[in-house]
């Protein structure tokens, strides 16, 4: 089962609780000397700065995919995301020069940060907070997702990305919650599955649902999810959504059974995502329901656990035009959260989005 860190940061010695829980976390990844040095790094100068600056915040510590698959990737990296609802950046560009440094608002260490991550987020708005996600591992991510224009009078497929963020329930070691994406040519499978309730058994579930996920990536959502529905008798069962996106022809597949919701941005609106009742491995629906839908360049899903309110609301375009889907993940779960409705359960939210490839 993944490790999760889920570090509030109030006082001094939170910072240093922050440090020894990233190194924890590129050991376990695999990372090199160079590499872990650099968490160590950017988790200490993050989590610093949400002390001076915002006074209250977190730093969520996993272990991911990189935001752009080449094919067949299985490379991992640590990823920090430092989140707040501090008082904002008013100029980001600015802050992520590398060296300033003020004592007035967020910016100090952020600009070595992104130098030092393979992959740096970053989305503040004044008076509502800052998120910051950098994840190190993997290396830089292809400017085009790896296919690059082509000279065959074939069009470029869209850069492809995706990531997401998983908050344990009450700051536990695991997550109930699990959520993996996987590449086969031009398709695209992002998974999100809730074992029931939460705890280590509901970890085993979920993590079973998406390593199923992960070594068969060839299967289309509904026949993923009759298969995983064979191979999860043996767990407590689990909510789990399968989308899969085919770049090249622009078409969206979803299926889902349980509570994980889903949501499509089209131009301008939202569309929610209709999964099956169920519990995958204990009860399936006699049929599975398979959505086709159109995707272009600028769409976005959203997938999340029930541990978001149910009234949640989409994050502005703002926040979605973000290079990195881990910060949409991030932005989503913060805002959705208030000391009225206090968190019950595991929280995970999954982005995919696509964008225009680079030109020559």
Excluded at 218 to 242: C, D, F, I, M, N
């Amino acid at each position: 089962m993944p490790r999760l860190w889920d570090v509030p940061v109030r006082d001094s010695t939170r910072v240093r609780d922050v440090r020894v829980a990233a190194e924890d976390a590129a050991a376990l990844a695999g990372l090199d000397e160079r590499s872990t040095a650099a968490v160590s790094l950017v988790a200490t100068e993050l989590a610093t700065n949400l002390l001076k600056h915002a006074r209250d915040g977190e730093v969520l510590i996993d272990i991911v995919q990189p935001s752009v698959l080449r094919e067949g990737d299985r490379v991992r990296a640590v990823q920090i995301a430092a989140v707040d609802h501090g008082p904002g950046i008013a100029d980001v560009a600015e802050a992520l020069r590398d060296g300033f440094s003020t004592t007035r608002s967020l910016g100090a260490g952020l600009g070595t940060c992104r130098r030092l991550s393979d992959e740096f987020g970053l989305h503040s708005v004044l008076g509502r907070g800052t998120v910051v996600v950098a994840r190190v591992g993997g290396g830089a991510p292809p400017s085009s997702g790896g296919d690059g224009p082509r000279g065959d009078g074939v069009p470029s497929v869209p850069v492809i990305r995706a990531g997401g963020v998983n908050v344990p329930y009450a700051r536990a070691d695991h997550s109930g919650d699990a959520w993996v994406w996987v590449r086969s040519g031009d398709r695209y499978t992002l998974v999100l599955a809730d074992g029931l309730g939460h705890g280590p058994e509901a970890a085993r579930a979920s993590t079973a649902a998406v390593e199923a996920v992960l070594h068969r990536p060839h299967l289309v959502p509904a026949e993923a999810l009759h298969r995983l529905h064979e191979e999860l008798g043996a767990t407590r069962g689990a909510a789990v959504a399968v989308a899969q996106l085919d770049a090249r022809t622009g078409r969206l597949r979803f299926a889902g059974i349980g509570n994980i919701g889903a949501r499509l941005r089209e131009g301008d609106r939202w569309r929610a995502l209709l999964s099956r009742p169920g519990i995958v491995g204990h009860h399936r629906p006699g049929t599975v329901r398979e959505d086709d839908l159109a995707w272009s360049a600028g769409s976005v899903l959203i997938l999340h656990t029930d541990g978001l309110p149910s009234s949640w609301a989409p994050p502005s375009d703002a926040c979605l035009t973000a290079a990195d889907p881990a910060v949409t993940a991030a932005v989503t779960i913060r805002d959705a959260g208030s000391a009225a409705r206090p968190v019950r359960d595991d929280t995970a939210v999954a982005v995919l989005t696509s964008a225009a490839p680079d030109r020559p």
